[in-house]
């Protein structure tokens, strides 16, 4: 299964709490909240790349399965990991304390972060 595609927010869950538990401004929590945000990735093989954008803010990610990658978090963070596959259908990511899970089935692409006690799931749907 690809994971080639665009993809559109549709919801989210425990978003400001997740957000304030990885310590960014309230401020920017607030603006961020209700920002539509679009996921672009290309697979090739075991080389993905990963665009998010949420307003007017784009991180790109690019990572090859099984081999470590710098990373860019929500917060600005740059971190170093390795991203590695279980199954057809999804990424697994251990980040600086994080969980990264994200999942694809048929249309519908899941991701859901963990911190301490706290995830934050992402709903987005194929456009």
């Known amino acids: 299964m690809s994971f080639t595609g665009k993809y559109e927010l549709q919801s989210q869950e425990n978003f400001e709490p997740f957000m304030r538990a990885i310590g960014l401004p309230e401020d920017q929590i607030q603006?961020?909240?209700d920002l539509k945000s679009t996921t672009e990735i290309v697979q090739d093989g075991k080389k993905f790349t990963v665009t998010v954008t949420t307003g007017s803010k784009v991180i790109k990610n690019q990572f090859t399965i099984g081999e470590e990658s710098d990373f860019e978090l929500m917060?600005?963070?740059k971190v170093k990991v390795v991203v590695q596959m279980e199954g057809n259908n999804k990424l697994v990511a251990e980040l600086k304390?994080?969980?990264s899970v994200t999942e694809l089935n048929?249309?519908?692409l899941t991701h859901t972060m963990?911190?301490?006690d706290i995830s934050l799931k992402r709903v987005s749907k194929r456009i």
Do not use: L
């Open 114 to 116: 963990t911190v301490g």
């Open 106 to 108: 048929g249309d519908t």
């Open 75 to 77: 917060n600005g963070e």
């Open 31 to 33: 603006k961020g909240k």
């Open 97 to 99: 304390g994080k969980k």
